[in-house]
């Protein structure tokens, strides 16, 4: 017993043709404690299935070891192509909303303290009219959207450069040191002598830049800034303006994003009860970080058998939410399009959603501050988990061709005419492309980034909605 296990493992010349079952025999044991989760894995290099695991314990009032039966179990990665994860009694556990320490293991989210402190325009820069970087009204081939949208580059590297593989269509760039320098030294000059406030910039969050080589960069740019007679740091967020050659910023006073605009959120489901309930704890969740109750969850649901989903709903500690019940077959553009019709007030952001998602804490306000009214659409990137992976131990790529997380205003999300739903009727696929392809046509811009922790699950497509 007190031998290594590596001399355990290595077998003798004299026994190379002994059944591997006998070899294995000899016993490997191992102390446990009680209340505690031991992960096993093994790997079997048999193709003929004839190999078998048997795991035993000694409980303390016993003598001898005891097979452990299957109810002590639980699969910690997908048995088949039908079993999800999600289903398994591990995701309790596992698959649950993380807090957000867990997930910076692995993202590198230095504005996550976005999500609970609220952020403000100093209104320190110059005004300036600002005119859109590349979002020229013109006519596109079909589904032409995923050869015309570009993705920003942000500052600091958040880790969503980590998880790049060598296949990116669509990689993520970290804006370059001294570009970075160069703004913050400009934001630093006009705090410092601004007659309407006067501080010192303690902390540069975060940085994005949309670059067009013959006009300048946006940047979207935020700071922690103490201001003179104040004794808390204030975080700022704002859009600015850096025009080829010129030394100084301006604050775009017509590309602005709205810091308490009212959020829905919209998905479309049938018989997905399970992804319901973690969609619904997700959002539960996030609100008792963020405190952001602005925000409604509107469930578009085509006769679920498998969960009441309204009674769901009216169990969660959600203060705001909407549920409409459709018949007929599953169509992901008509379920999303009643959600659209639900609301009214065109000031308010519309964000249609999926299913099988990791939402961070952080990504509703990141919405609002990507969705300009008039201006500009919302469709982040987001991870897609390979099988049996969770943000425990995310491998997977970050998917460029989707356009599936979509927001807007509800006033422009009018303008470029929703979902078609006469030509995706009971089906799912392509809507989405269709929806960003208008809208490029109508001269908006569509903003795209690897939003960091922003994670899809992986799930069978067989048997969904109308199989």
Not at 132 to 156: C, K, R, T, W
Not at 288 to 302: A, H, N, P, Q, R
Not at 353 to 372: Q, S
Request: net charge negative; glycine share 6%.
């Amino acid at each position: 017993e007190n031998t290594p296990y590596q001399e355990v493992m290595k077998i003798p010349r004299s026994r190379e043709n002994t059944p591997y079952q006998e070899v294995m025999k000899i016993p490997h044991t191992k102390r446990l404690n009680a209340g505690l989760f031991y992960y096993m894995e093994f790997l079997e290099k048999a193709f003929d299935g004839s190999i078998t695991v048997e795991v035993k314990w000694r409980l303390p009032d016993a003598s001898n070891f005891v097979s452990i039966s299957n109810d002590s179990f639980v699969p910690a990665v997908p048995l088949s192509d039908t079993d999800e994860f999600v289903h398994s009694p591990m995701a309790t556990i596992l698959q649950g909303p993380l807090p957000s320490n867990k997930l910076q293991s692995h993202w590198r989210v230095a504005f996550v303290e976005d999500a609970v402190y609220p952020a403000m325009n100093l209104d320190v820069l110059p005004p300036c009219n600002f005119t859109s970087l590349y979002a020229i009204p013109h006519v596109l081939d079909e589904y032409g959207a995923h050869n015309e949208v570009f993705i920003s580059g942000m500052y600091p590297d958040s880790g969503s450069l980590h998880w790049s593989t060598l296949h990116d269509r669509l990689p993520q760039h970290i804006i370059k040191q001294e570009v970075v320098d160069s703004v913050v030294g400009l934001y630093k000059a006009a705090l410092s002598s601004s007659t309407k406030y006067r501080g010192t910039v303690e902390q540069l969050h975060y940085m994005e830049q949309t670059v067009n080589k013959q006009n300048g960069s946006r940047f979207l740019v935020e700071f922690g800034v103490h201001l003179h007679g104040e004794d808390v740091t204030t975080h700022t967020s704002e859009y600015v303006y850096l025009a080829q050659g010129s030394t100084h910023l301006c604050h775009t006073i017509n590309f602005e994003w709205k810091h308490y605009a009212y959020v829905y959120l919209v998905v479309t489901l049938k018989n997905l009860g399970l992804w319901t309930k973690h969609l619904i704890h997700n959002i539960e969740h996030n609100q008792g970080v963020t405190k952001d109750f602005s925000v409604e969850l509107v469930i578009v649901d085509y006769e679920s058998s498998d969960l009441n989903v309204e009674e769901e709903l009216s169990k969660s500690s959600l203060p705001k939410w909407h549920y409409i019940r459709k018949t007929g077959p599953f169509s992901r553009a008509g379920g999303l399009q009643a959600a659209l019709d639900y609301v009214t007030d065109p000031n308010s952001i519309v964000l249609a959603m999926d299913m099988h998602l990791a939402i961070p804490p952080g990504f509703v306000n990141y919405a609002r501050k990507h969705v300009v009214q008039g201006k500009m659409a919302f469709a982040p990137m987001f991870f897609r988990l390979n099988k049996g992976y969770t943000e425990v131990n995310p491998q997977g790529y970050w998917e460029p061709y989707t356009f599936g997380i979509f927001g807007m205003y509800k006033s422009d999300w009018d303008t470029v005419g929703g979902y078609n739903t006469t030509h995706y009727t009971n089906e799912w696929g392509g809507e989405d492309v269709d929806v960003a392809d208008r809208t490029l046509e109508h001269g908006y811009e569509i903003f795209r980034i690897r939003y960091p922790g922003f994670l899809h699950y992986y799930h069978s497509r067989k048997g969904l909605w109308n199989s």
